[in-house]
């Protein structure tokens, strides 16, 4: 990870700051998040790698996981203006090696694929994704 950020596990985003990187991204509409309840959902996540430049926060990655057997990452997402610099890469190999010793899922929106394989996922021949509602 270039430059100087934070990248921290053990406290969480708030809500309102988990939404505000959301809609950096374009997911979204400020509408649509009620950031008391991403308090809530944020407190429910196995695990959420923050990264922060100063008390700005600019990258986070949330998973679900039963600790045993199957973990699945949520979403990866790097604020724009921040993006190419590693945060990404460094936020998903905290997952990976927290969770080395669960199988290890992501369902990732098209157009992003190539980020998991650079990190060392791989596409598996024998799963594929499938919803009833896909996240925005
Ligand atoms: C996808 C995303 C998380 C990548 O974060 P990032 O901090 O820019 O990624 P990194 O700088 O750590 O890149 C790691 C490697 O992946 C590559 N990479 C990054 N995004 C890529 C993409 N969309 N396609 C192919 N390769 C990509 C980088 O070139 C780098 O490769 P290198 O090590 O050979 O230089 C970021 O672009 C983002 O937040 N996008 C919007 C939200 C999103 O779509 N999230 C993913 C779906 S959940």
Not at 66 to 74: A, K, P, S, V
């Amino acid at each position: 990870m270039n430059g100087s950020y934070h990248l921290c596990t053990d406290t969480r985003p708030t809500g309102r700051q988990a939404v505000d990187l959301f809609l950096s991204v374009g997911w979204g509409t400020p509408g649509q998040y009620d950031p008391a309840r991403w308090d809530a959902a944020l407190a429910t996540n196995a695990q959420v790698v923050s990264v922060y430049d100063g008390e700005d926060l600019i990258g986070m990655t949330r998973v679900l996981s039963d600790g045993l057997n199957d973990t699945c990452i949520t979403d990866v997402i790097v604020r724009p203006g921040y993006q190419g610099r590693g945060i990404g890469g460094a936020m998903l190999e905290t997952v990976t090696r927290t969770f080395a010793h669960t199988a290890i899922y992501v369902s990732c929106l098209t157009g992003s694929e190539g980020f998991f394989l650079k990190c060392g996922l791989k596409q598996q021949s024998r799963l594929m994704a499938l919803a009833v509602r896909a996240a925005a």
